[in-house]
């Protein structure tokens, strides 16, 4: 069944003899950024029954959001290139805030759904947030990170209370853990009743083809016996690289098999942090062993890197919650992850990957060498495919979708909207 045939099944069908109310309009802004996210949810939005509105950017724009019924891609953002003159980005920025003004005044959804604010954080949390009330629109907001200026060593009294102004205006928040609900209400004491714990759907924007393991590791000169560590992702302070670098020169020594990958690009400003990376590779004296592409990976070229990687190594220093290891088990790879935020929650050591203190090099290294001792990982005894299966399972877009409408008032979702979504 077709999303178009499930909209028109919405309005009709009953379940247990009551009527099913039709699936809502849901406006998901999306602060022009983070296409995994956005489409795996808006497809499976769609697929259930609800009229999609997204309001994106070149970024996030694609073919699926233009072919697929009950989404409209509304690219009010455009271009949001990082090397254009600052007279160009001060344009941009105005035109779009007043294209998104005039959109949510005249916008049919009465649904809201903040995935991610727009740059200027205080406007966002504040202003924008008492207009949308204002037009009597149902206001979401999902808390990928409960305070990220906190994670990124820049907290202020300011941002803490217009954070929390944005929590208290929000009708409903989402958050990825229980852990994560405990540290939203506690830290801006906000009622429990009104968060929400919703999956991390499984990233599913990037492709996946017949490429094997051999060939991927062909692609990146990888040797067949090379045991490969994989970091992907933006490169941040809080990301905690530099231990999984000290912990990279300490395996290196111990066996000659170690290969360090790093994928991703250095978030701008962070220029001092990115010498700071390069000189820990030097020091470990295995420079030569670690193949590091530090530029953005675009989602056709990432299944290479997950592919012919062994282990994923996330060393976070602080976060409440982390895309890139479901990316990761959506290949069926394993992972090592440092015990902060909701990681500890999401490895399970033995079985998907492995657990460490953060800030600590010696104790990420022997974490790594577990896993390989433990057999978590390899592909010949059916690993990968275990790994995927049940995170197909856990963080199933089909659950994201269903819980979200339920929280949006649709009541149990119809038997064609569960059946779309599967």
């Not at 039709?22 to 602060?31: E, F, M, Q, Y």
């Not at 853990?177 to 929400?196: H, S, Y």
């Not at 896993?371 to 495919?385: H, L, P, S, T, Y």
């Amino acid at each position: 069944m077709n999303p178009a045939e499930v909209q028109e099944r919405n309005a009709e069908e009953t379940e247990g003899g009551e009527p099913q109310r039709r699936a809502p309009a849901v406006s998901l802004l999306t602060g022009g950024f983070d296409k995994p996210y956005t489409y795996g949810l808006a497809l499976a939005l769609a697929a259930a029954g609800a009229e999609v509105e997204i309001v994106g950017s070149d970024q996030l724009d694609c073919p699926e959001f233009h072919s697929t019924p009950g989404i409209r891609f509304l690219n009010l953002r455009g271009d949001q290139s990082a090397h254009a003159a600052s007279a160009v980005k001060i344009r941009r920025v105005l035109v779009y805030y007043w294209r998104l003004v005039r959109y949510a005044a005249s916008a049919t959804p009465t649904i809201f759904h903040i995935l991610w604010n727009n740059k200027f954080q205080t406007l966002d949390r504040t202003l924008l947030m008492i207009f949308y009330r204002s037009l009597g629109k149902k206001i979401v907001v999902t808390a990928h990170n409960i305070n990220q200026a906190r994670r990124d060593g820049r907290d202020s009294g300011w941002n803490r209370l217009t954070l929390g102004i944005q929590y208290r205006l929000a009708h409903r928040l989402f958050v990825h853990t229980e852990g994560m609900k405990t540290d939203l209400c506690r830290q801006f004491a906000i009622a429990p009743e009104k968060v929400t714990v919703i999956p991390f759907g499984i990233n599913n924007a990037a492709p996946q083809s017949g490429l094997t393991r051999e060939e991927a590791r062909l692609r990146l000169g990888l040797a067949a016996d090379d045991r490969a560590l994989l970091f992907f992702g933006s490169i941040r302070p809080y990301k905690g690289l530099e231990y999984l670098v000290r912990a990279f020169g300490v395996l290196a020594r111990r066996d000659r098999r170690y290969r360090l990958v790093i994928a991703g690009a250095p978030h701008f400003g962070d220029e001092a942090y990115l010498a700071e990376i390069n000189s820990e590779i030097r020091a470990t004296g295995r420079a030569e062993r670690v193949m590091a592409k530090f530029e953005f990976i675009r989602d056709e070229d990432t299944e290479v890197y997950f592919k012919a990687a062994d282990l994923l190594v996330l060393p976070y220093t602080d976060i409440s919650w982390s895309g890139v290891l479901v990316l990761g088990y959506s290949f069926g790879l394993p992972a090592v992850a440092t015990s902060v935020g909701a990681l500890p929650e999401e490895v399970i050591a033995g079985q998907t990957g492995g657990l460490c203190p953060p800030r600590d090099a010696e104790a990420l290294a022997k974490a790594v060498e577990r896993c390989f001792d433990a057999g978590v990982i390899g592909a010949e005894r059916g690993v990968r495919a275990r790994i995927r299966d049940w995170a197909e399972d856990r963080y199933s877009w089909r659950a994201v979708a269903i819980r979200m409408l339920q929280s949006h008032g649709c009541g149990a979702l119809n038997a064609a909207g569960r059946e779309a979504i599967r």
